[in-house]
T-cell receptor, first 108, second 116 residues
């Protein structure tokens, strides 16, 4: 089976940089994805890493180390609208398995 | 119109009743999924389908069934609803081919189900 670990909550201030970590145990690993979910809303896709290294999309960057079974999502120039839950998910041949999520609270 | 549409958005039902949640998509994706979300537990996979004739159980399929009526439609049924099936249910789609961001799932807006 698969298991993922994420911190339950992270707090940061507007304009800062925040890193949210994810460690995983899985078989048949293809890649690591990140999703954002605002309270009660639909999860939205942020990024996907299949290979080691950093992928950047605007203010968001995602990192993967396959040898360490570890990844993180980095958000720069934090804005109030970034307050949300962030889920990492391992992608195997068949499906995505999600972690329990990290709630990011951004304060003024 | 939304790419992935779920109906109903909210539903309250009684214990023992049969209920169907519906999902339709205009993404043209071949793969469809049903997930359940409970507070603090993330998203857990109930069933998934890679094509019209393909149905697979996920992590928590007991008490649920599904039907893939067409490539664009995937419904979830609770045969006899019980209170611990109270949750937020999401339908999602993805495509089987592509690279990188193509592997992203597109989620519907969810159905909030309460079983009393």
């Amino acid at each position: 089976g698969q298991s993922l670990e994420q911190p339950s909550e992270v707090t940061a201030v507007e304009g800062a940089i925040v890193q949210m970590n994810c460690t995983y145990q899985t078989s048949g690993f293809y890649g690591l994805s990140w999703y954002q979910q605002h309270d009660g809303g639909a999860p939205t896709f942020l990024s996907y890493n299949a290979l080691d290294g950093l992928e950047e999309t605007g203010r968001f960057s995602s990192f993967l180390s396959r040898s360490d079974s570890y990844g993180y999502l980095l958000l720069q120039e934090l804005q109030m609208k970034d307050s949300a839950s962030y889920f990492c998910a391992v992608f195997t041949y068949s499906t995505l398995t999600f972690g329990k999520g990290t709630m990011l609270l951004v304060s003024p | 119109d939304a790419d992935v549409t779920q109906t109903p958005r909210n539903r309250i039902t009684k214990t023992g009743k049969r209920i169907m949640l519906e999902c339709s998509q205009t993404k043209g994706h071949d793969r469809m999924y049903w997930y359940r979300q409970d507070p603090g537990l993330g998203l857990r996979l109930i069933y998934y389908s890679f094509d019209v004739k393909d149905i697979n159980k996920g992590e928590i399929s007991d008490g649920y069934s599904v039907s893939r009526q067409a490539q664009a439609k995937f419904s979830l049924s609770l045969e006899s609803a019980i209170p611990n099936q109270t949750a937020l249910y999401f339908c999602a789609t993805s495509q089987s081919r592509g690279t990188g961001r193509d592997y992203g799932y597109t989620f519907g807006s969810g159905t909030r189900l309460t079983v009393v």
